[in-house]
């Protein structure tokens, strides 16, 4: 920063006293720039700058016409290191400034003499060292008609080191060896310097916005992960290695620290990981001495479970394992029941006898199943009298918890915690969630089925068994038209229950109580028998889930009797995390089976699908074709799309085709196929 202002008296006012504010003081400011009565040096000029800059901390002079300095204000002076008296009135800008900033002030005084403004930047050396001054000049009318020059001067050397420390810092994580990575709150890549193009083979314009999930290899746990977010969302960093996958697929390990980044205001804005390429250094199978640990007492659990075991006898000997983790003082197991409450069927404290279980407050079971759903956390513990185990764990000294759903397939039925001595904020507690996650996917595959028939889930269950046994469904058919000729080209199979059931609310019950691959192969079953009566010269569309397709052998053995042309079709409202597997799976069923992206334009990955799968058709969902007779823009998009399907090889077929209005306009736009209730109802083989 500039030197400090010292108030000085100069020679043309002996008594010199700072104006009051008001509607004086105001007034005078324009007078000061366009209607000066005298001429330079004049007393009145003078005083009226030194009104508004004599305590400025910025520095502010006036020069007659000749050049010559009639006033200086007390910031500039001390700046120059000039005293107040005939040392520096009068003078010129060669006795004032150091040589080089003179010659530039006088070279912008020509300009100003001629009406002009200057504004502009130099680092002048004042009494105690340099700085960088944004000069402002400006012209001074006079009353004989002649310009004197009045100039304001600002330090801006704390920005200009600010600037100068940024470019130093973004030089030097351009340059390291380490690889950098920011990202936001959402995990987006927000910037990865040189190293990481390098060691990855991405380049940056591949990865910015992206999830740095791509990088996964599959050999870490998902409870890995876990641990991570915990500790980050808790503001802590986290520290590890990592197992990555490189651009051309092959494997490296990084030493990792991933940090929050906190504005003024302490919250996290961004997290930055740093990373060191450790391949040569560590071998794959290297584990950290934790992880072993974990692992062997995960090992000694499932010795311990004997067969026939009661879900209770299996949770308290998972909770005896669980409670030997380090800084851990007690470990508890309880059930999500039917009425709204939970049940503890498990708890063991270290180096004490069991205590007896008991059951939650329904409203604090709620609390914390809609907290289960969203994964595993760790949280301070608190003292609340009304809660269960409170005066227990009082006496513990516990400070932290750390929960992990259990959860039998997609079901949610439980879950296990453990109580902490040290707080949150101790990488102990992490370090502990990672194991804890798999423990309880462990209790979940053991004891979910028994937990599931104590539940709604076991209630859901036997009724989706029940219509798969009674085979209380049946196909119907609807058929995909050919628009310019109106033949029937293909049929898509439809299933319908006997109770009269939503086939899509029927289907996510199932897949929620683990029947879902059952329910979907006996309908599907059942379509394939049916259309057998269906011509032979006409293809059949079928609906299946990634699951279904990527689990191959079901599937396989259930088209392998049909000699018809089958086409699976795949919503867009369902993701598929894995596109090279769902690939390697379609090519696995054979050339007489293709594939086709259903409800384009309105689900889960948009046109992803497309582009990475290359189906052989695409369906266009109905809510694309509202107002599509009066709507240029969906015309056009649509025309867009057939491009598309032409250049990609797949052919595109428009649903939901319900007036002979759309049909115009689809057959002016030379689309090929089309379904919809114009065309055809879904309806019995019979009838189709």
């Not at 334009?601 to 992803?608: D, E, I, K, P, V």
């Not at 002979?660 to 055809?680: D, H, K, N, P, S």
Request: aromatic share 8%.
């Amino acid at each position: 920063m500039g030197p400090k202002a010292i108030r000085h008296r100069d020679p043309l006012t002996p008594s010199y006293r700072t104006p009051k504010p008001g509607p004086q003081r105001r007034a005078q400011v324009p007078a000061l720039f366009y209607q000066a009565a005298d001429p330079i040096p004049s007393e009145p000029v003078v005083d009226r700058l030194r009104s508004l800059t004599a305590e400025a901390q910025v520095a502010a002079f006036v020069k007659d016409p000749d050049g010559r300095y009639v006033y200086a204000n007390p910031y500039l002076l001390a700046a120059l290191g000039k005293r107040m008296g005939s040392d520096w009135y009068g003078k010129t800008d060669a006795d004032m400034w150091p040589p080089e900033v003179a010659m530039m002030i006088s070279a912008h005084d020509e300009a100003i003499l001629r009406g002009e403004s200057q504004v502009f930047s130099h680092v002048i050396t004042f009494e105690d060292g340099p700085h960088a001054v944004l000069l402002i000049e400006f012209p001074l009318p006079t009353g004989d008609g002649r310009i004197g020059v009045g100039g304001i001067g600002v330090d801006v050397t704390h920005q200009a080191k600010t600037d100068a420390r940024h470019e130093r810092l973004t030089a030097a994580i351009e340059q390291v060896t380490e690889s950098v990575i920011i990202t936001d709150l959402d995990a987006r890549i927000a910037y990865v310097n040189p190293a990481f193009e390098r060691v990855t083979g991405f380049g940056r314009d591949e990865v910015m916005g992206k999830n740095p999930r791509f990088l996964k290899s599959g050999l870490q746990t998902p409870w890995f992960y876990d641990g991570m977010w915990a500790a980050l969302t808790n503001g802590l960093p986290w520290s590890a290695d990592f197992i990555n996958r490189r651009k051309d697929g092959s494997l490296f390990t990084e030493e990792t620290v991933i940090s929050p980044i906190r504005d003024p205001s302490g919250a996290i804005t961004s997290y930055v990981a740093v990373q060191r390429d450790m391949t040569r250094e560590r071998a794959l199978d290297e584990r950290s001495t934790q992880l072993t640990r974990e692992r062997a007492l995960i090992s000694e659990t499932i010795r311990d479970l004997r067969a026939g075991d009661t879900p209770e006898a299996t949770a308290q000997t998972i909770c005896r394992q669980v409670v030997a983790f380090t800084g851990v003082v007690a470990s508890h197991f309880y059930l999500f029941e039917l009425d709204g409450r939970a049940q503890s069927i498990g708890f063991v404290v270290a180096g004490q006898s069991d205590p007896p279980l008991q059951r939650f407050a329904s409203q604090r079971a709620r609390q914390v199943r809609e907290r289960a759903a969203e994964g595993p956390w760790i949280e301070p513990w608190a003292s609340q009298p009304s809660r269960s185990y409170n005066e227990l764990l009082k006496g513990l000294n516990v400070h932290s918890v750390a929960c992990a759903p259990v959860r039998y397939g997609q079901l949610l039925i439980g879950l296990l915690s453990v109580y902490a001595e040290v707080s949150v904020q101790e990488v102990a507690v992490t370090e502990v969630l990672s194991a804890l996650a798999e423990f309880a996917d462990l209790a979940g595959a053991v004891i979910g089925r028994d937990v599931a028939e104590r539940t709604e889930a076991g209630r859901g269950r036997d009724h989706i068994a029940d219509v798969i046994a009674r085979r209380a469904f049946g196909p119907v058919f609807q058929a995909i038209v050919e628009l310019a000729s109106n033949a029937i080209v293909g049929y898509e199979a439809l299933t319908r229950f006997t109770d009269g059931a939503n086939p899509e609310v029927l289907f996510a019950e199932a897949a929620a109580v683990g029947l879902g691959h059952e329910l979907e192969t006996a309908t599907l079953q059942a379509a394939l028998m049916a259309a057998e009566s269906l011509p032979q010269s006409a293809w059949l569309n079928l609906n299946a889930t990634p699951e279904l397709i990527v689990a191959g052998e079901p599937l396989r053995t259930l088209l392998s009797g049909s000699r018809r042309h089958i086409v699976l079709e795949v919503t867009e409202h369902t993701a598929i995390t894995d596109y090279p597997a769902f690939r390697t799976a379609m090519a696995a069923l054979g050339p007489n089976v293709e594939f086709a992206v259903d409800d384009a334009g309105t689900g889960f990955a948009s046109l992803r699908h497309i582009v990475e799968l290359r189906p052989a058709f695409v369906k266009l969902d109905r809510s694309l074709m509202a107002g599509l007779e009066s709507d240029e823009a969906r015309q056009a998009m649509i025309v867009g799309l057939c491009h598309f399907a032409h250049v990609t090889g797949c052919r595109l077929i428009v649903e939901g085709i319900e007036t002979e209005g759309e049909l115009a306009v689809l057959r002016g736009l030379a689309i090929e196929l089309g379904q919809g209730y114009l065309l055809g109802r879904p309806l019995p083989v019979a009838d189709a």
